[in-house]
């Protein structure tokens, strides 16, 4: 494993900067997505052990992070898709690729094609003498090409769309909004879709009032937030927590 010296160029933007925000990760998570991407070549497999991330640290601010915690941010960063884990040998040690920014942006808009044909000619004029109707040519060759890509994407997202109706909740693929969903892989799209079920879905309260009035956009705000996440953070990792969240130097008198 390469050392983790301060030789080792950082490619660190302001982009990055802007996703930790836009997703909340925590200083602590985001130091160690920027400790990982020093341990190898960005989007290569790599085989990290947290153990030595939390020495460094240690030498840093004086003292680990708790085990509870370091799984925590860890987790934080796979379920933001900062990092794709490959094979999991341990809690602490991973094969795993620290994706590229470029692949966390929402992807592109798949762009409509031109008709147009290919046989026709500025300066061509019919053989009968009699000028075509528009839009009637039968030897025209209209046609509308799509990449490898292209088609990839539109699969994804139609396996999305799929998964959400098979849970009674609907996107309509043709709003602007529906493409804050295709941010989202389909293995956390499934998630937040398991954790809606546990928090009521569709069912109702007594009066009749939907637990989830809107499901659309909870589904939104459950992949933004990762809300499934807090189902495993309790009383000891909010106390683990809150412990390394303060300086280690803080005066005797606080």
């Known amino acids: 494993m390469p050392e983790n010296s301060p030789n080792n160029s950082l490619p660190w933007t302001e982009a990055h900067e802007a996703f930790c925000y836009q ?23 790599i085989e ?52 590229p920014l470029s692949w966390l942006n929402p992807p592109k808009k ?36 799509i990449s490898t890509e292209e088609f990839q994407e539109l699969e994804r997202r139609h396996d999305i769309l799929k998964t959400c109706g098979e849970y009674q909740i609907y996107f309509d693929p043709n709003k602007p909004t529906t493409n804050q969903l295709f941010e989202f892989d389909i293995s956390d799209v499934t998630q937040a879709l398991k954790h809606f079920v546990k928090r009521g879905g569709h069912e109702k309260y007594s009066s009749g009032k939907r637990i989830i009035p809107n499901p659309q956009g909870w589904l939104i705000n459950c992949l933004r937030n990762c809300y499934w996440q807090d189902e495993a953070f309790g009383l000891s990792e909010f106390l683990q927590a809150l412990k390394s969240w303060f300086p280690s130097n803080l005066p005797r008198d606080y």
């Open 48 to 99: 990290p052990d947290l153990s030595e991330f939390n020495a460094w640290v240690a030498k840093t601010r004086g003292k680990p992070y708790a085990h509870n915690y370091l799984k925590k941010i860890f987790e934080i960063l796979v379920s933001c898709r900062v990092l794709q884990v490959i094979k999991q040998y341990s809690w602490k040690i991973t094969k795993l690729l620290v994706r």
């Open 23 to 45: 997703h909340h990760i925590p200083p602590a998570a985001k130091i160690l997505w920027q400790w990982l991407m020093r341990q190898g070549q960005i989007a290569s497999e």
């Open 110 to 145: 798949v762009r409509e094609k031109k008709l147009y044909n290919h046989n026709s000619s500025y300066n061509s004029q019919p053989s009968n003498g009699t000028n075509a109707e528009p839009g009637v040519n039968s030897s025209s060759n209209s046609s509308t090409h």
